[in-house]
């Protein structure tokens, strides 16, 4: 069982690439039902942009976007990245969240997400002896003209899967 994990984990691996995970979650039906769809993902999985369109169905009684639609923008975007990034050795989950009004989305509402070289390293100082890393965001959600409709904090949890620590604790042993 141990090496049919360990076997599916590299396939799925492969398969882990900023296109495939792209169409994967716009044909996502909580996303593609939302309105929500992935306009890019670089190469490395430092920078995504999404687009929450305003349709009949995702406006709210005062004819704007839907406060839940704006949230869930956001919902798996920085743990997907940091999943691209650093590999099937790790866990990545939310955490925690919220997020702050700030005005009404009377547009089509973008989002930008970037994971800095700074935070990445915080990241991995912190999980290399599987002690857990628990890395926040801020991202801004901004309407057709770049005003900022939203605010919302994400709080991850990252760590090491346990084979990994294990892992690494025998090379620390043996050297």
């Known amino acids: 069982m141990k090496l049919w994990n360990k076997y ?5 691996a492969k398969l882990y690439t900023p296109k495939i995970v792209k169409f994967a ?3 996502w039906p909580p996303f593609w039902g939302a309105g929500i769809k992935i306009l890019s993902i670089s190469e490395d999985f430092r920078q995504v942009r999404v687009k929450l369109k305003l349709r009949w169905w995702n406006k709210n009684a005062n004819r704007t976007q839907y406060g839940g639609s ?3 923008l956001t919902d798996p975007i920085y743990c997907l990245m940091l999943l691209g990034i650093l ?3 790790y866990f990545v989950w939310d955490k925690q969240a919220s997020i702050n009004f700030i005005k009404p989305g009377h547009s089509d509402l973008y989002a930008d997400f970037i994971i800095t070289q700074e935070v990445l390293d915080s990241i991995l100082q912190t999980t290399a ?13 901004k309407d057709s003209d770049g005003n900022v409709v ?3 904090q994400r709080k991850l949890y990252v760590r090491k899967k346990p084979e990994y620590r294990n892992q690494q604790e025998t090379e ?3 050297a």
């Open 8 to 12: 599916m984990s590299k396939a799925v």
């Open 25 to 27: 979650l716009n044909v």
């Open 70 to 72: 704006i949230f869930s």
């Open 87 to 89: 590999g099937d050795g």
């Open 129 to 141: 002896s599987g002690d857990k890393s628990f890395p926040e965001f801020v991202i801004y959600v």
């Open 150 to 152: 939203s605010e919302v």
């Open 172 to 174: 620390r042993h043996v």
